[in-house]
């Protein structure tokens, strides 16, 4: 099984040997199904949030929860052990979450950012609580990280409006 920690987005036209698809037909197979992918609401012991600046497409240039999409073959235990390694430097338990629901994004354009090229997703959110200490935060996908109480993240049009919808509910 391929376990090495890899950026999905990362443009690559061969990927070769890495078990990942080439961009040409991952973004064919974007063009005709959804994504399944997991987010991840980080909070603190203050209850703050763990929000990235994505430097990628979908969603460029907004602040974003953690996530990522899950591998054919991969469980859903694995997928989330993987993404939390990759997002947060801390490679946790499903069990050490809890599962907030399934949601639905729909974006524009793909992750090449070709508008027009619309790619929907389905996330399945979780709660996670960390110790920030614990955190070696990754610059793969994002260009910076912030912490964040919900109320301020409700209130900031930086957050990207999927973000922010799992904090409505607390406000």
């Known amino acids: 099984m391929h376990t090495e920690s890899v950026n999905l987005y990362q443009k690559n036209p061969k ?23 997991i ?12 929000l990235g600046l994505r430097k990628n497409p979908p969603a460029q240039g907004y602040w974003f929860v953690p996530g990522g999409r899950i591998r054919k073959n991969e469980t859903l235990e694995q997928a989330f052990h993987r993404i939390s390694a990759d997002e947060l430097g801390l490679a946790c338990d499903l069990d050490q979450s ?11 354009e793909n992750f090449l950012g070709t508008p027009n090229e619309p790619t929907h997703y389905l996330v399945l959110a979780y709660r996670l609580w960390t110790d920030v200490q614990q955190l070696t935060l990754p610059t793969a996908q994002h ?3 912030r912490w964040a109480n919900s109320a301020s993240i409700v209130q900031d049009l930086t957050v990207h409006p999927y973000s922010r919808a799992y904090f409505l509910s607390e406000n």
């Open 39 to 50: 987010d991840l609401i980080v909070q603190d012991s203050a209850r703050n949030h763990l």
């Open 143 to 145: 260009a910076r990280h």
């Open 15 to 37: 990927n070769q040997g890495s078990g990942l698809l080439s961009d040409s037909l991952f973004e064919k197979i974007i063009k005709h199904t959804p994504l399944i992918a």
């Open 98 to 108: 809890i599962f907030l629901g399934v949601f639905e994004h729909f974006y524009d």
